[in-house]
């Protein structure tokens, strides 16, 4: 049964791809939920270094981002490397906030336009990633029980 994906959803789904097909991550999701302050449209690990991806479809949704608390500190939000990935020619490279770099999406390939600059995560994000890379271990041990006989695991009380 094929799941109809809004676009956003579609283009969430295919950035996560790219995280992993062009930039390397062992592990990228799209649009998880998790207990954490933010909640990235597609986030991507290596073991030494995350990326992550905001999709915005239309110019009023990219300037609501910019107001996000996350998004004022300089220092704050989830991602040692940071994109936002649009529709082509939706966001302009001298728009970018500082360090930001931007992927366009046609309808065949996303590709990179301006390059995200690396930055270190402060204590309070790299706990937030962790927090997401659990959640993700927790819904795997629940869908396999070979996991669960060769992992330790506690269930939460």
Sequence with gaps: MAINLT????????????????????FAV???????????DAIGWQAWRSWVIEVKLSRSDFHRDKKKHHRQDPNGGMGNSRYYLCPEGLIKPDELPAGWGLLYATDKRIYQVAPAIWRSLNESTAIAERNMLVSIMRRSFEKCQYLEAKIYHRKPR
């Design 7 to 26: 676009p956003h959803q579609a283009l969430c789904k295919r950035g996560a791809h790219y995280l992993k097909s062009k930039l390397g991550c062992v």
């Design 30 to 40: 799209w649009e998880l939920v998790a207990t954490s302050s933010e909640q990235p």
